[in-house]
């Protein structure tokens, strides 16, 4: 009943058919491994946001929502600017070597504009969102060395006003500077990038 | 390369029966080899469920269950989810071709009485699924939240309310969880949809599945080959299931995907027969469509229900019933019998004159799908087979199939008219099939069955 | 036999008969045509400059829109976004459904699925069939939804209709059809056809996967066909051994 002839034969069908078998199984999984990236409402949510900062005062903050998660606007003044400097010593990645952000925001200020920082308000600790700590000195709360900057309630971990984290907390790199850029001078717009040369 | 896997092979088999039921249930299964065209419907069947099931999960992932939501989260499946368009007709066009393959699967198990012994239970588990099925879809049906998805579970639940003495009413609210189909309602029966009946579907599935290989398939000429074995103990009229029956499933795999293929890509609404025009509103429970229609696949039964007047209580079961009860006391020897007949005529008989029509509406649509289970009784002939059974009971089925694929066309047209009456003509003929049965398989001439099987 | 044959058929049609006769108001045909990115963008026009004002078509995104008919992102924003704010959005009525409901006495209703709902024809027949009436509240009312709440917003394209009505055996007055009273902007012709883009662009919209869904399923079908010829050979190579 059986000879090569027909077992080669068998075996090349068999062959051509599990491969198209499974080319077809690939195909047909394709359209099910898709639907479960982003749709297009999470697009539509995690579009670029326009933010006006005509009106925001300095040494006062705005956050604003983008890809579901908080993006702060702070207005820094000169003074809050200068402190930085001062904590280069007690921040754990003074550089912003280890940590998130755009090249144009690799920078002393972590900005674009020195006065203006542009932070996600999410701690690189582990996803909570850290209180605004504002203001230097004993008034926020934080002793009477505190230069301003944020702390995270969950886990104690501390930022200073450029959003570098402290050092011995918990958090591993300073906060995630978002991309962004300047329309005009008091229009940002978060989550596109500046392009070179502009601004 | 070979030997890893004999090895691993060895490994999972010393400690999981794996050779035995693969040779159990595929390569040592011998099944006739007269197969025919019909014996295709019960693998794709299977297929089917294994498509419902994994579409099922990917809608779920994007569906909401909130009457507030369920609407809106379909239709962001249809545009938002990245080819949610396709799970969703994959899903709808699925329960179409569920009800296709087991309706037709059903047939080919009357034409070649698959249901006789020794496949009684066979069949009894196959009608559990059936029932399981038709559960299955219509909480599904609730789920997208249309006018007509929505006034459908309310008049099919509103059924309930036609059990008497009070019964009714508490049952239907405690179906609903509240007074009308609302949130409640909707939750629940998704728990049900997308759990609950899923996997009791899957073990009656399993089960059917054991229980046919306990006492082998039957064929088109509904012949035991097991009552036939070679010198080998091997049935001379089986081949193993793997590989002959499987490399021939899969050709009837792909014929049916083409159509189901076209169908999702062509014709997603099929006219208005897959998905309803009136199901693309939201639920308003403010208005009603202006024709509540089920699916297709529930016409018929829907068609009995609404057959069910006043005046086919009177003109049409109340003679059936003394009929039905003369041929009895007149066909059956024992004295103990013909006064059981009697006594269950009698007390039908007063039982039409005090339940009023809408419950019977109900009895005869349960009795529509119900009937089904008394096969394996009511079929006396000497024979299994269709190809051996005489003029009678082919007429009978042809008959009875025509009237299936009428009632249903007319399930879907309004209640008016003479579709009302071509609807109780259709009723009454719907269960003379099965109440006839005794005597038309018994008194029909059969033809002699061969020894051995015919291709 | 032969008669009997034919009563059995006329038993069988009988119903399909009574169906076609129990619809009402009959539809006028309509050519959609969705290969017509043109009639589309047309389409898409007059919908968002006139329908949108009351009625959301509140399932679809302006982007989504856009890209499928060829309108760039930023021609979307300066002349279609009047109700949103980013492409992104939901298309959404211009007007407050609530303040829409004290108007006109009722919601206008979400027109993203009017296509699959009532069908093209309706559409068609619908938007041409407006006529005056002065017993209605708004003035004017329609042949093929009598007591419409909705006004002639295209008036001013199509002009005035005035119905010819005719008794019928029984003396009841049905509308067979219309004579224009007061001239529009527009020919018939060209209304005909502002109203034939219309109804083809609402055919998109209430599924944009159908300019999709067709293109792939001819690939499946074709791959399967294939398939189906590899398995059965091999079905036929097996099945050599049984007798």
């Known amino acids: 009943m059986s000879n090569d002839g027909v077992n080669r034969t068998r075996r090349q069908l068999i062959g051509v058919t599990a491969g198209l078998g499974a080319i077809g199984t690939g195909f047909a999984a394709v359209p099910f491994v898709l639907s479960m990236t982003p749709s297009a409402r999470a697009r539509a949510a995690g579009a670029p946001v326009e933010v006006d900062i005509s009106k925001l005062a300095e040494g006062q903050m705005l956050t604003v929502e983008w890809r579901g998660k908080p993006v702060w606007i702070v207005s820094r003044t000169p003074e809050m600017i200068d402190s930085l400097k001062n904590l280069d010593a007690i921040v754990a990645d003074p550089d912003s070597a280890k940590s998130i952000q755009p090249d144009y925001a690799k920078n002393a200020s972590r900005a674009i504009k020195d006065k203006y920082l542009v932070l996600v308000g999410i701690c690189t600790h582990l996803g909570c969102s850290p209180l605004a700590k504002l203001q230097a000195g004993a008034a926020s709360g934080m002793g009477d060395d505190w230069l301003g900057g944020f702390f995270c309630p969950c886990h104690g971990s501390k930022f200073d006003l450029a959003g570098r984290v402290y050092k011995n907390v918990p958090a591993p790199t300073n906060l995630d500077v978002p991309p962004y850029s300047y329309v005009s001078d008091t229009r940002l717009m978060i989550g596109v990038d500046q392009k070179e040369g502009a601004a | ?455 | 036999m032969k008669k009997k044959l034919i009563t059995i058929f006329a038993i069988l049609l009988f119903p399909l008969t009574v169906a076609a006769g129990g619809g009402g108001v009959a539809l006028d045909p309509v050519n959609i045509n969705l290969n017509d990115k043109e009639s589309l963008q047309k389409g898409a026009r007059t919908f968002v400059n006139y329908c949108l004002s009351c009625h959301s078509a509140g399932y679809m995104r302006y982007n989504r829109m856009g890209q499928d008919l060829g309108i760039s992102e930023e021609l979307v924003a300066e002349n279609l976004l009047f109700a949103a704010e980013k492409t992104g959005d939901l298309m959404k009525a211009v007007m407050p459904a609530a303040d829409a409901k004290k108007w006109f006495g009722t919601a206008p209703p979400d027109l993203t699925l009017t296509a699959r709902s009532r069908g093209p024809k309706w559409i068609y027949t619908y938007m041409r069939s407006f006529y005056r009436d002065e017993s209605a509240p708004s003035g004017w009312n329609n042949k093929v939804f009598a007591h419409v709440a909705m006004p002639h917003v295209l008036y001013e394209w199509q002009g005035e209709q005035r119905p010819i009505i005719e008794k019928d055996s029984h003396g009841v007055e049905h509308i067979t059809g219309f004579e224009i009273a007061k001239a529009g902007t527009m020919t018939e012709k060209e209304y005909n056809e502002a109203m034939r883009d219309l109804t083809n662009f609402m055919v998109y919209l209430a599924e944009p996967a159908k300019l999709v869904r067709y293109k792939i399923g001819l690939y499946v079908i074709l791959f399967l066909i294939i398939f189906m010829v590899a398995a059965y050979m091999l079905k036929k190579e097996y099945w050599k051994d049984v007798h």
């Open chain 2, 1 to 455: 390369m070979q030997k890893v896997f004999d090895a691993m092979l060895g490994w999972v088999d010393a400690r999981f029966p794996l050779i035995k039921t693969w040779e159990e249930h595929l390569s040592k299964y011998y099944a006739p080899k007269n197969f025919n065209f019909w014996y295709y419907f019960g693998s794709l069947a299977l297929l089917v469920l294994v498509i419902q099931i994994v579409s099922g999960i990917f809608l779920t992932m994007h569906y909401k269950p909130d009457t507030q939501l369920a609407f809106a989260s379909v239709e962001y499946i249809m545009r938002d989810v990245p080819w949610g368009w396709l799970m969703r007709y994959l899903h709808s066009t699925g329960a179409s071709f569920f009800f296709i393959t087991v309706y037709l699967h059903m047939l080919r198990g009357i034409m070649y009485g698959s249901y006789r012994g020794p496949r009684e239970l066979l069949w009894l588990i196959g009608m559990a699924i059936f029932i399981a099925l038709m559960a299955e879809a219509f909480m599904g049906y609730l789920l997208p939240w249309g006018n007509m998805s929505y006034w459908g579970a309310q008049v099919i639940i509103s059924l309930f309310s036609a059990i008497p003495f009070g019964i009714g009413d508490i049952l239907s609210e405690w179906i609903r969880g509240d007074f009308v189909v609302s949130d409640a309602t909707l939750n629940r029966f998704f728990a049900f949809h997308v759990i609950a009946v899923p996997l009791a579907l899957c073990g009656l599935v399993f089960v059917h599945i054991v229980a046919l290989h306990k006492v082998g398939s039957n064929n088109p000429d509904g012949i035991e080959i097991k009552k036939n074995k070679g010198p080998d103990g091997l049935p001379v009229d089986g081949i193993p299931f793997h590989p002959y029956y499987t490399v021939k499933d899969i050709v009837g795999v792909a014929g049916f995907l083409i159509i189901f293929a076209a169908v999702i890509f062509f014709a997603p609404e099929l006219g208005g027969w897959f998905l309803e025009h009136d199901n693309f509103t939201p639920a308003n429970i403010l208005q009603t469509p202006p024709e509540i229609v089920p699916l297709w696949y529930f016409t018929p039964y829907y068609s009995l229900l609404r057959a069910t007047t006043e005046e086919m209580v009177t003109k049409g079961l109340l003679p059936l019933t003394i009929v039905m009860t003369i041929l009895t006391v007149i066909s059956v020897r024992n004295v103990l019998a013909k006064m059981a007949a009697v006594g269950i005529g009698s007390v039908v008989v007063v039982c039409l004159f005090i339940f009023e029509a809408k419950l019977w509406g109900v009895i005869l649509m349960g009795l529509g799908v119900g009937l089904f289970a008394f096969l394996p009784w009511l079929d006396m002939s000497p024979v299994k087979s269709i190809r051996y059974k005489g003029w009678m009971f082919k007429t009978a089925l042809i008959i009875f199939c025509i009237d299936f694929l009428v009632l249903g066309w007319l399930g879907t047209q309004p209640a008016s008219g003479p579709n009302v009456i071509l609807a109780q003509i259709g009723t009454i003929l719907y269960l003379l099939f099965f109440f006839l049965m005794p005597w038309y398989t018994t008194f029909d001439k059969t033809k002699p069955v061969p020894e051995r099987v015919t291709q």
